[in-house]
């Protein structure tokens, strides 16, 4: 079983910055793409930024710019470091990560639990 534990959200004000961080953990062989996904109340989840295992990265339009992906390998650790935050960047913000549990190809999806970011104006 991998477990996917997000940290780092909470309350900022317009123009403040944040860092998540989601840390896997469990027993699994490797794990590909990692990225981070946010929800709004009433909207669908949308994809903000994903990283490769071999980093590189892509953003959604609206973050570019504002925030950075990355990630730790040997710690299995994704991080979203969010820098002047806007109002319509409030959701919750989930951790993906493409997980192989043995050699073969085979990829699973894993979530992780969200945490709440929410910038004030």
């Known amino acids: 079983q991998v477990q996917l534990v997000e940290s780092g959200g909470g309350l900022v004000q317009a123009g403040g910055s944040l860092r998540l961080s989601c840390a896997a953990s469990g027993s699994f062989f490797s794990i590909n793409a990692m990225g981070w996904y946010r929800q709004a109340p009433g909207k669908q989840r949308e994809l903000v930024a994903g990283?490769?295992?071999?980093?590189?990265?892509n953003y959604a339009d609206s973050v570019k710019g504002r925030f950075t992906i990355s990630r730790d390998n040997a710690k299995n650790t994704v991080y979203l470091q969010m820098n002047s935050l806007k109002p319509e960047d409030t959701a919750v913000y989930y951790c993906e990560a493409e997980v192989r549990r043995g050699p073969g190809r085979t990829t699973y999806d894993y979530w992780g639990q969200g945490t709440q970011v929410t910038v004030s104006s």
């Open positions: 990283i490769t295992n071999g980093g590189r990265t």
